[in-house]
C-alpha cells in the first residue's frame, strides 16, 4: 500500500511539475507596445480626417484615440457589457469565471466565455485556439500584463484594437465604416451599436440583419440603463453612414510619403478634405460635360499662395481612357502648357525696362524651319498691328510673344522658368528655341501652379508646403519685381485688356478680381486655366493621358468654368480683397500707338518710365519672306496665273522705300509698303530688297537665295 501511495505521490508530483513546465513554456511576455512594429504612416487632413486607410494590417496603428478622447458613456457601456468588475479584478474574474462554468455544465454547450477585457487583449496579442488550456494561459498571462500596465492603459489599448467586420479595428474606424462619422459624434444607441457589433461582426450587421441588430441594442440598453436615459436611447435612430466619405486623394497621399521624415505615424498634412471632395465634384462634373468632345482626363491644384499650403490636389476620369490611368497622378505629369506661360515672360520683359504700355507689333510673322517657311498666327486667325503689351498677354496674342523672348532671350527666359523648379523643362535653350514663348516644351500642372505662386506673392517663390508641422520659415526667391508681379496681376485681372479674343462677357471675367490666364496646345491635346486671387492659386487641366488630342476644347471652353466654379467655393464665406498693386506704381497718360500718330490711354507705370520711348517694334529692317534657302513647289491642281508669294520685309515705317530686284531685274519701288506680290516661277531666285530710311544715309540691302519646283 506504501508503495502504490509512493507511486502515486510521485506521478502526481511529475505531473505538477510537467504542468508547471508546460505552463512556464507556454506563457509569453505580453507588451501593450505589440503593434509598434506595425506598418504605419497614415496621411490626415489639416483637421485629421483621414485620407489613407489600410485594413490589411494585423494592429490598428493610424486612428488611436487616447482614453480622454472616448465618451464616458461609450467606455462604461464597454465595461458593463464585457467586464462589470474590470477595476476590482487583478487580469482574471473568478467569480464570473464560476459563474460560466455552472451555466455551460447546466445548458451542455458554450454559454459564457467570461473573459476579462485584460485576457480579451491577451488574445488580440498571442492569438491561441479556443481551447481549456489556451483559456488557463491567458489567464497567467493577463495576471502579468495587469502588474506591468495601469487600467486605463489596458482599456484605452482594448478599444483602439477591437475587432470589428471588414477588418477595421478600434472604434474610430468602426464608427467611420458604420456611421461615416467620428466616434465623439456618435448618439448613445450607436455607442451601444459598437458595443453589440464587437461580440460577433457577423452575425450582429448593421446593413445585412439591422432588425437583428437592433433587438440586441434595445436589450442592451435596457441592461445597462433606466430611466429618462433609457428612454432617451430607445427613442434614438441610428444613422448608418457611406463607408466610402473619405475623400479621393490617393495620388497626394503617394506624394506626400514622398517626403522627408514621412515614415511612421499619423501625418497631418495641408489638405483640406472637405474642399477636396468639392473640387473633386466639380471636376468630375465638367469632365462628364466634356465627354462628348473627347475629353477623358483632369486634373486640378489648389494651393494658398499667402502660406504655400497645398488645399485640393485632384485627378478627375482615367477609367475609359487608359487600363492603368487611375494610378497615373496627372498633376504630375509633364505636357504641353501653350499659353499658360507667357505671363512669365512678359513679366520678365518688364523687369528688363518694358512697361504694360509697350507697343508691340502684331502683324503676319513667319520663320524658317528647315528648308521650309513656318508661319506663326493668333488663335483667331486675326492680326491686331501695333498694340500694347497689356493687350498682347491679355489677349494671348502669338506674334507679339514671339517679338517678346527675342527681346528677353531664350536662354534668359528659360533660366528664369527653371529658377521656379520647372524641371521638365531641362533641355537647353536651343531646344526649344523661340517656341519656348508660345509653350513648346512641357510642364506639369504642379510645376505651372506652384510658378503662379509666385506671381501672386509679388515675385516671391516658393516650394509648396504639403506637411502642416512644417513650421520652418518659407525659403524663398525673388523671381520678379513686386512692380512686375503687380502688373501681370492686374492685365490678367483686366477684361478690358482680353476684349479683342475673348470678348466682352469672357467667362475668365469672375465677380472678385481674379488674375486667370488659359493656355491650349497644339491640336487641341491639352487645356489649362490658372487663375489667382488674394489668397488662393487654381491650376485646372484637361485633355487625355494617352494624348489623343479632344475636339475643339480650349483653355476657355473647357476648364475655365470649373476655375469660375471652385473660385466661387473659395470665396464663400470670406471676405476677398484686391490683388497686391505696388506703391511704386503710378497711374499716369502714356502713348499706346507709335509716334506720330500717339494715343494716350492711362496705364500703371513706374515714375521713370512715363516719357520714355514705349515702341517695342523693330526698327532694324530684317528680310522676313523668303528666307535663305527657302524651298517651294508650283501646286499643279493651280493656275499657274493664280499661284503668288509674298515677299514681305519687317522693321520698317510709312516713310521708308523698298526697292525689289529678283535676280538683278528690277520688280517695284514703293513707299511705306512692306510687301510685294510675285508671280510664282520655276527656277533659282536671288531676291535682293534695298531699303531707303530718312534718317539713314545708306540703304539696307537685304537678300536670300530660293528655289522654286
Known amino acids: 500500500m506504501r508503495r502504490v501511495f509512493t507511486f502515486l505521490a510521485g506521478f502526481a508530483l511529475f505531473a505538477i511539475l510537467g504542468l508547471i513546465a508546460a505552463t512556464i513554456v507556454s506563457i509569453r511576455p505580453v507588451s501593450l507596445d505589440a503593434y509598434s512594429g506595425a506598418v504605419q504612416g497614415q496621411i490626415l487632413d489639416r483637421n485629421g480626417v483621414p485620407l489613407t486607410y489600410s485594413y490589411d494590417d494585423r494592429w490598428n496603428a493610424h486612428e488611436l484615440l487616447p482614453l480622454y478622447e472616448i465618451p464616458d458613456f461609450l467606455r462604461q457601456a464597454f465595461i458593463r457589457s464585457e467586464d462589470r468588475r474590470f477595476y476590482e479584478h487583478r487580469g482574471v474574474d473568478w467569480q464570473a469565471r464560476a459563474g460560466a462554468l455552472w451555466q455551460n455544465v447546466r445548458y451542455r454547450r458554450t454559454v459564457r466565455g467570461a473573459s476579462t477585457i485584460t485576457e480579451q487583449v491577451v488574445r488580440m496579442i498571442h492569438p491561441r485556439p479556443r481551447t481549456l488550456w489556451s483559456k488557463y494561459i491567458e489567464g497567467f498571462e493577463a495576471s502579468q500584463l495587469e502588474k506591468k500596465y495601469s487600467k486605463t492603459q489596458i482599456l484605452e489599448f482594448y478599444l483602439n484594437q477591437l475587432p470589428y467586420a471588414a477588418n477595421r479595428r478600434g472604434i474610430a474606424q468602426a464608427a467611420r465604416f458604420y456611421f461615416g462619422r467620428h466616434v465623439t459624434t456618435l448618439t448613445e444607441r450607436e455607442m451601444l451599436a459598437l458595443v453589440v457589433l464587437v461580440r460577433a461582426p457577423s452575425a450582429f450587421d448593421l446593413y445585412r440583419y439591422p432588425e437583428r441588430t437592433a433587438k440586441m441594442i434595445d436589450r442592451l440598453a435596457r441592461q445597462i440603463s433606466s430611466g429618462e436615459q433609457l428612454l432617451r436611447i430607445m427613442s434614438q435612430d441610428i444613422r448608418i453612414g457611406a463607408a466610402g466619405m473619405m475623400p479621393e486623394a490617393r495620388h497626394f497621399a503617394r506624394y506626400a510619403r514622398q517626403q522627408p521624415n514621412v515614415l511612421r505615424g499619423q501625418v497631418r498634412t495641408t489638405l483640406s478634405a472637405s474642399l477636396q471632395t468639392e473640387v473633386q465634384n466639380i471636376l468630375d462634373r465638367r469632365l462628364h460635360a466634356l465627354s462628348a468632345r473627347n475629353a477623358r482626363n483632369a486634373a486640378a491644384l489648389v494651393v494658398d499662395h499667402t502660406t504655400g499650403e497645398i488645399l485640393a490636389w485632384v485627378v478627375a476620369g482615367a477609367k475609359d481612357s487608359l487600363a492603368e490611368a487611375s494610378d497615373i497622378d496627372a498633376v504630375l505629369v509633364p505636357r504641353q502648357p501653350g499659353s499658360s506661360l507667357k505671363p512669365f515672360l512678359y513679366a520678365r520683359a518688364l523687369d ?314 528690277f520688280l517695284a519701288e514703293k513707299e511705306g509698303e512692306p510687301t510685294y506680290l510675285w508671280a510664282v516661277e520655276r527656277g533659282l531666285f536671288k531676291l535682293e530688297a534695298y531699303i531707303h530710311k530718312a534718317n539713314h544715309a545708306k540703304p539696307y540691302v537685304l537678300s536670300a537665295e530660293f528655289e522654286v519646283k
Open 352 to 665: 528688363k525696362g518694358w512697361s504694360a504700355a509697350t507697343i508691340l507689333d502684331d502683324s503676319p510673322l513667319s520663320e524658317a524651319i528647315g528648308n521650309g517657311l513656318h508661319r506663326f498666327r493668333n488663335y483667331s486667325r486675326s492680326h491686331y498691328g501695333p498694340i500694347s503689351l497689356r493687350e498682347s498677354l491679355g489677349n494671348s496674342l502669338n506674334i507679339p510673344a514671339l517679338l517678346t523672348i527675342r527681346h528677353v532671350g531664350v536662354p534668359d527666359y528659360l533660366t528664369v522658368l527653371q529658377a521656379m523648379r520647372f524641371q521638365s523643362l531641362s533641355q537647353p535653350s536651343d531646344f526649344y528655341d523661340e517656341g519656348l514663348a508660345l509653350g513648346n516644351g512641357e510642364v506639369t500642372l504642379f510645376e505651372l501652379v506652384q510658378a503662379y505662386a509666385a506671381l501672386a506673392n509679388r515675385g516671391v517663390w516658393s516650394p509648396l508646403k504639403v506637411l502642416i508641422e512644417d513650421y520652418g520659415p518659407r525659403s524663398g526667391r525673388q523671381i520678379f519685381s513686386p512692380e512686375s508681379a503687380s502688373l501681370i496681376g492686374d492685365i490678367l485681372s483686366d477684361p478690358w485688356a482680353r476684349r479683342l479674343e475673348f470678348g466682352q462677357g469672357s467667362v475668365l471675367n469672375l465677380p472678385q478680381q481674379t488674375a486667370v490666364k488659359t493656355g491650349t496646345s497644339t491640336d487641341y491635346r491639352d487645356a489649362w486655366a490658372v487663375g489667382y486671387n488674394d489668397r488662393y492659386v487654381v491650376g485646372i487641366w484637361i485633355g487625355n493621358l494617352d494624348h489623343k488630342p479632344m475636339d475643339g476644347v480650349t483653355g476657355a471652353t473647357g476648364p475655365a468654368l470649373a476655375l469660375r466654379s471652385i473660385f466661387t467655393e473659395l470665396n464663400a464665406e470670406r471676405d476677398t480683397k484686391r490683388l497686391y498693386m505696388s506703391p511704386l506704381l503710378i497711374q499716369a497718360d502714356v502713348c499706346h500707338r507709335p509716334q506720330p500718330e500717339c494715343l494716350l490711354r492711362t496705364e500703371w507705370v513706374l515714375p521713370d518710365r512715363i516719357n520714355i520711348n514705349h515702341n517695342a517694334r523693330n526698327y532694324t529692317p530684317e528680310l522676313v519672306r523668303p528666307t535663305q534657302g527657302l524651298q517651294m513647289a508650283r501646286d499643279p491642281r493651280i493656275p499657274a496665273d493664280y499661284q503668288n508669294f509674298r515677299f514681305e520685309v519687317a522693321g520698317i515705317d510709312s516713310r521708308d522705300t523698298i526697292k525689289w530686284v529678283l535676280n538683278g531685274r
